[in-house]
């Protein structure tokens, strides 16, 4: 034994424990904490002497229950008995100590395992009452512990499993002002004010005065102008498909662009994702320059650093100053072997537009197998069947609605989701003629609407306001079929 050792025996007094880590155990009996608080070193920490309590503790040094796993201490004196609970105590022992003062084991809770708390659990610990009566276990049941990591076993190396904390208690702020808003009435009168009519003749009638509520029709041209006008969480992709050649997809993508651009505002993007001869950039107004998708795709990573600036984006998309909507176009005078687009440089570009649109209408092009055109089904939140009153274009939205079914997943979802817009592009068509093909896809799809013949829409540069009343009309109502889905 070394002059650094320390004896446990009933007589011992200060001068048998020379260091101060004994010195500072022995206080435990005697009462005297003058010599506890002072800094140890790490060598006299590890000094050999017997610890004061854990699973190696001395017979008469182990703290009670609470101490090792509350970390508070309450005066007096606490039997100790460790329970068979997993923790390598085979055997129930009863210890005993002083537990006059807290502070002698605040220092030394290792051995019981680190008290792990949060933030919010702190202040629980601190004020937790000092009682030291535990709720007695039932037979064959180990007693909770609370607030803390239990005792390891007696080897030391096998440590308990963590309880969870204490479910916290709802706020009773929030209690008292639910019980409130229930018990009273509120100052705040609901709205119930009804705008008069605007148009027609009954909006004629208000304008020299005379307050006529809106006709059912005004009513609902404004319930598709809010839906269309709603902006989402998130940037949302629309694509409009169609395997046949012809079947108005090109004029669908500029019609929901412009709009839900001309009612719910921010940016909107129409995205000509087609690489055999994409015709949305003949069909819109073109920029003071002649960027295309191949010109934007090498700036794709500039244009996502954090510090780019979305006026740059402008040198790559065309803007429409009369539908305020943006385009992207493609590159039809060239092959569509020169004009390749893979699946991640599809990701890219739709990063880029996610980031800087809000809303990203599609035209997909007519070949379902390339890596581009099954790539934005990946990011598609709404599917929309574009078709006209031909037979064959009709028949090719549904099979392509059947395939995407066939495959399940995501793409069932999508299928069952569609909307698909029937145009009646023959001016020699009848509108029964239209709602017949669309009564067809009403088990295939979640909605069909109808688009009458307009020769605006024929050829040329297509203008929202260039349209007939009732087309602008069909297509705002259509636009909110689709946005139900977004």
Not at 305 to 319: I, N, T
Not at 321 to 344: C, G, H, I, M, N
Not at 356 to 373: C, H, I
Request: hydrophobic letters at 35%; zero cysteines; aromatic letters at 6%.
């Amino acid at each position: 034994m070394t002059e650094r050792d320390s004896v446990w025996s009933a007589d011992s007094t200060n001068d048998t424990y020379p260091t101060r880590a004994s010195r500072r155990r022995q206080s435990l009996l005697e009462g005297d904490p003058g010599a506890r608080w002072e800094p140890l070193s790490a060598d006299e920490e590890n000094d050999g002497t017997p610890a004061a309590y854990g699973p190696e503790a001395a017979p008469d040094y182990a703290p009670s229950i609470a101490a090792r796993t509350t970390g508070t201490v309450p005066n007096g004196t606490v039997p100790y008995e460790p329970e068979p609970f997993e923790s390598g105590l085979s055997d129930t022992q009863v210890f005993e100590a002083d537990l006059s003062d807290t502070r002698a084991f605040e220092p030394h809770l290792s051995n019981a395992g680190p008290i792990e708390t949060d933030s919010a659990d702190a202040g629980a610990l601190e004020s937790r009452p000092t009682d030291t009566d535990l709720p007695a276990a039932e037979p064959g049941e180990s007693r909770p512990f609370e607030y803390g990591r239990p005792p390891r076993g007696a080897s030391g190396s096998e440590p308990v499993a963590e309880l969870p904390p204490p479910p916290a208690e709802p706020p009773a702020t929030r209690q008292r002002a639910s019980a409130a808003r229930t018990g009273r009435r509120s100052f705040l009168t609901p709205d119930t004010a009804v705008v008069p009519a605007e148009t027609g003749l009954r909006g004629a009638l208000t304008r020299i005065g005379v307050r006529i509520p809106p006709s059912a029709a005004e009513l609902t041209v404004r319930a598709h102008t809010r839906a269309v006008s709603q902006h989402w969480p998130g940037p949302r992709t629309i694509a409009v498909v169609n395997g046949k050649g012809g079947a108005n997809k090109t004029p669908t993508t500029v019609m929901l662009a412009a709009v839900f651009a001309r009612n719910g505002g921010g940016p909107v993007l129409a995205w000509d994702n087609n690489e055999t001869r994409g015709t949305l950039g003949w069909r819109t107004e073109q920029g003071p320059h002649e960027a295309t998708v191949l010109d934007l795709l090498p700036q794709t990573g500039a244009l996502l650093a954090p510090s780019a600036q979305s006026a740059l984006l402008a040198r790559y998309v065309h803007h429409q100053t009369e539908d305020k909507y943006d385009v992207l176009r493609s590159k039809p005078d060239v092959l569509a072997s020169e004009q390749k687009v893979t699946s991640r440089d599809f990701d890219a570009l739709h990063e880029v537009a996610s980031k800087y649109f809000r809303l990203n209408v599609v035209d997909s092009g007519n070949d379902e197998t390339a890596e581009r055109w099954l790539r934005m089904l990946h990011h598609t939140h709404q599917l929309v069947i574009a078709t006209t009153t031909l037979e064959e274009h009709a028949e090719a939205g549904a099979l392509l609605l059947e395939a995407l079914r066939a495959r399940g997943g995501d793409y069932e979802q999508l299928s069952r989701n569609a909307v698909v817009i029937v145009s009646q592009s023959d001016k020699n068509g009848t509108a029964a003629q239209a709602q017949a093909i669309a009564a067809g896809f009403t088990e295939l799809a979640r909605s069909a609407v109808t688009i009458p013949f307009d020769p605006a829409l024929l050829k040329g540069r297509i203008r929202y306001g260039s349209l007939r009343p009732a087309t602008q009309r069909a297509w705002l109502a259509a636009a909110a079929a689709v946005a139900e889905g977004l």
